[in-house]
């Protein structure tokens, strides 16, 4: 469904700033069941095909065994992504695979960069006498997720905006949900004894697979 521009939603004099920070949905369509299942199984493959690389390098049979450092977050986060977005883009046209596309590098800066930042903050608490502490730790992990959600919005709006013509991409609740991947995955880089005996970072795939859904199926 096509929405009109109403010229009420922006500043007098000025047609690029809109008057209320939200995204603008004009030019977009409604989601079809279509466009669900071509991300949902982009989303799958793209986020079993690093794993099943991880699980030859680690020479295990059971996915559910992996051992996640950075750089497998990262690839799993990345191939999820990719494959939503590659998939979903399948006979659409020019526009609304335009706006796939900066969704997922949304979607992968948002589930990349905080989780960087926090894996730094805590090599930083880990060398420090006085932060080197689950209180430390736990004010390192909350406050590295902040900055690199709203960081990591800043850099895609940057990287897809430049001369800031339209309206940024706000953080949404749902966004803030999805980062408990983040959350997650920093549990289980630090080692948190509660981490491990849960074996959080089982649920990884599913939640990156969902950011790769949820890239894949945006117009």
């Known amino acids: 469904m096509i929405r009109n521009i109403n010229s009420s939603d922006y500043y007098p004099g000025n047609l690029n700033k809109p008057l209320f920070a939200q995204r603008h949905r004009a030019f977009e369509r409604e989601i079809t069941a279509s466009d669900k299942v071509k991300a ?7 986020t079993v095909v690093p794993m099943v690389l991880m699980m ?10 992996l051992e996640y450092g950075l750089k497998e977050m990262v690839a799993v986060s990345a191939g999820s992504i990719t494959g939503g977005v590659t ?36 090599k930083l608490c880990e060398s420090s006498k006085n932060f080197n502490n689950l209180p430390g730790k736990i004010l390192s992990v909350a406050g590295g997720l902040i900055v690199g959600m709203y960081g990591a919005a ?20 749902k966004d ?9 995955g920093v549990l289980v880089l ?30």
């Open 87 to 122: 998939v979903g883009m399948i006979g659409e046209n020019r526009k609304t695979n335009e706006n796939k596309m900066k969704e997922g590098l949304f979607q992968f800066l948002n589930a990349s960069i905080p989780t960087w930042i926090v894996a730094g903050v805590l």
């Open 190 to 219: 630090a080692k948190f004894p509660l981490a491990e005996k849960l074996h959080v970072e089982k649920l990884l795939p599913f939640i990156f697979a969902y950011c790769g859904y949820r890239a894949g199926k945006s117009n």
């Open 154 to 173: 800043s850099v895609s709006n940057l990287i897809c905006d430049p001369y800031d013509k339209k309206p940024d991409r706000k953080l949404t609740l």
């Open 40 to 46: 949902g199984v982009g989303a799958v493959i793209g």
């Open 176 to 184: 803030c949900l999805i980062n408990i991947d983040d959350a997650l």
């Open 56 to 65: 030859k390098k680690q020479k295990l049979k059971n996915p559910f065994k």
